[in-house]
Structure formats: structure tokens, C-alpha cells
């Protein structure tokens, strides 16, 4: 009863839907209870009747070393698995089934004024991260843009980026 008051109750707080909630209350008490066997004395007087804590310990263990070398590409001591490196790169950035899926910079619509625009909003723009934002923030504190190809003036910014950005700046 006290369950489900608390699930209807954090369901109210947080919007999620009842299988959510039991999906996360699951997690949590799996997590409770391990930290709570981890840090017992259940692992001494497990080990000391028989190798059944042992064995359970060291296949959490292998479990924790498995995730913590997933995606990363190092091993358990950080040293680098060049195996594991080439595993991470596997798949290329922005594509799905061998096609190329645009970035949202390339399907951005809006007028960014140069002379005027944040480092958030200049980075919108296709070819602009944070580095080129702020080159051309500090390229604006000496001088002014006078006209859009004056971005060209950016270390990293030549034509080709600029075509894909022209339609999305302004000077005014």
C-alpha cells in the first residue's frame, strides 16, 4: 500500500509513467542492496563458508571491468587496448546505414549577426564551433565586420565554409 502511494506520489512530482518509475525503483534497490553487501560483512563470512561469495564478487568485478573498458578504449588500469581503440571508431559520426544524416547546423534556418551574436548563437552556424565563435568574437573587439565575407578574415573560415554559412549572416 505505502508502495504505491510513494509511486503515485513521485509519478505526480516527476511526470513519468507508473512502468518508469517501477523500471527505476528496481535499479535503485539493486543498488542499495549491493553497496549494502559490498560494504557488510555478508563478503567475509560469505568467503569463509565456501568460494560461493568469492565467485559471486569476482563475476561482479569481471562486470565492472567489462563496463568501465566498454566505449573507452582503455583497460581496467587506463592503459590503452589498441583493439578496444579501433572498436570505438567503428561507426563514422552522423551516419546511419551508410547514409549521411545532416547535423542540425546544416538544417539551421535563422539570420546570425556577426558583430552582435553570443559564442551560443555563432555557434549555430554550420562550420562554426567554439573555437571559431570565439576567434570571431575576439577578431570584432579590434575591428568590425563591414560585410559578411569579412568573416573570411577567421582563421579556419575560407570559401567553403562560407558558403555554407552566408545565407545565415548578417552585419546590420
Same mark, same amino acid.
Not at 22 to 45: D, K
Not at 126 to 136: D, L, R, S, Y
Given at each position: 500500500?505505502?508502495?504505491?502511494?510513494?509511486?503515485?506520489?513521485?509519478?505526480?512530482?516527476?511526470?513519468? %509513467?507508473?512502468? +518508469?518509475?517501477? $523500471? #527505476?525503483? #528496481?535499479?535503485?534497490?539493486?543498488?542499495?542492496?549491493?553497496?549494502?553487501?559490498?560494504?557488510?560483512?555478508?563478503? +567475509?563470512?560469505?568467503?569463509?563458508?565456501?568460494?560461493? &561469495?568469492?565467485?559471486?564478487?569476482?563475476?561482479?568485478?569481471?562486470? $565492472?571491468?567489462?563496463?568501465?573498458?566498454?566505449?573507452? &578504449? %582503455?583497460?581496467?588500469?587506463?592503459?590503452?587496448?589498441?583493439?578496444? =581503440?579501433?572498436?570505438?571508431? #567503428?561507426?563514422?559520426?552522423?551516419?546511419? !546505414?551508410?547514409?549521411? !544524416?545532416?547535423?542540425?547546423?546544416?538544417?539551421?534556418?535563422?539570420?546570425?549577426?556577426?558583430? %552582435?551574436?553570443?559564442? =551560443?548563437?555563432?555557434?549555430? !552556424?554550420? &562550420? =562554426? &564551433?567554439?573555437?571559431?565563435?570565439?576567434?570571431?568574437? +575576439?577578431? @570584432?573587439?579590434? @575591428?568590425?565586420?563591414?560585410?559578411?565575407?569579412?568573416?573570411?578574415?577567421?582563421?579556419?573560415?575560407?570559401?567553403?565554409?562560407?558558403?555554407?554559412?552566408?545565407?545565415?549572416?548578417? =552585419?546590420?
Amino acid at each position: 500500500m505505502w508502495l504505491s502511494n510513494f509511486k503515485s506520489k513521485l509519478q505526480t512530482i516527476t511526470g513519468a %509513467t507508473n512502468s +518508469e518509475i517501477t $523500471a #527505476v525503483l #528496481v535499479i535503485l534497490s539493486g543498488l542499495l542492496l549491493g553497496l549494502i553487501i559490498r560494504n557488510s560483512n555478508i563478503n +567475509e563470512s560469505l568467503a569463509n563458508k565456501d568460494d560461493t &561469495g568469492d565467485i559471486v564478487f569476482r563475476a561482479l568485478d569481471s562486470l $565492472a571491468e567489462a563496463q568501465r573498458t566498454t566505449f573507452v &578504449g %582503455t583497460d581496467i588500469e587506463n592503459v590503452a587496448d589498441s583493439n578496444l =581503440v579501433k572498436a570505438d571508431t #567503428v561507426v563514422e559520426k552522423q551516419k546511419f !546505414l551508410g547514409s549521411h !544524416l545532416p547535423s542540425k547546423k546544416e538544417n539551421f534556418q535563422g539570420i546570425v549577426n556577426i558583430n %552582435t551574436a553570443s559564442k =551560443v548563437q555563432l555557434m549555430k !552556424l554550420p &562550420g =562554426v &564551433g567554439e573555437k571559431t565563435a570565439m576567434a570571431i568574437i +575576439e577578431y @570584432r573587439k579590434e @575591428r568590425r565586420f563591414f560585410k559578411i565575407s569579412d568573416i573570411k578574415n577567421i582563421k579556419g573560415i575560407g570559401e567553403k565554409k562560407f558558403e555554407k554559412m552566408k545565407n545565415n549572416i548578417t =552585419v546590420d
